[in-house]
């Protein structure tokens, strides 16, 4: 089974950055889009970002010119960088990817979430 490890958040004062990482492993035949989600207390998991495995973006206006997702195909790996950070930004961060798994590829494409990791911004 593939799993999705995340790194990278923390505790950061309002107007500082983080990057967060989050790398795919396990038995993988091939990956889609991933991204990044967030869950702040009381509220619903929300859609940060999004790449495809060709590299097009998509960003929530929350977050859109404060925020940048990349990906390294070869490390099976996708970033977010955070900056200029706000207090509404203290959240859950969960990476999301869309995986064909090796040991079963005749499933199709498989929605697999990370552990997730906590983003503290501190006004």
């Known amino acids: 089974q593939v799993q999705l490890v995340e790194s990278g958040g923390g505790l950061v004062q309002a107007g500082g950055s983080l990057r967060l990482s989050c790398a795919a492993s396990g038995s993988i035949f091939s990956i889609n889009a991933m991204g990044w989600y967030r869950q702040a207390p009381g509220k619903q998991r929300e859609l940060v970002s999004t790449?495809?495995?060709?590299?097009?973006?998509n960003y929530a206006d929350s977050v859109k010119g404060r925020f940048t997702i990349s990906r390294d195909n070869a490390k099976n790996t996708v970033y977010l960088q955070m900056n200029s950070l706000k207090p509404e930004d203290t959240a859950v961060y969960y990476c999301?990817?869309?995986?064909?798994?090796?040991?079963?590829?005749?499933?199709?494409?498989?929605?697999?979430w990370g552990q997730g990791t906590l983003v503290t911004v501190s006004s």
């Open positions: 999301n990817a869309m995986v064909i798994e090796g040991s079963r590829p005749w499933v199709g494409y498989l929605e697999r």
């Open positions: 790449i495809t495995s060709g590299g097009s973006t």
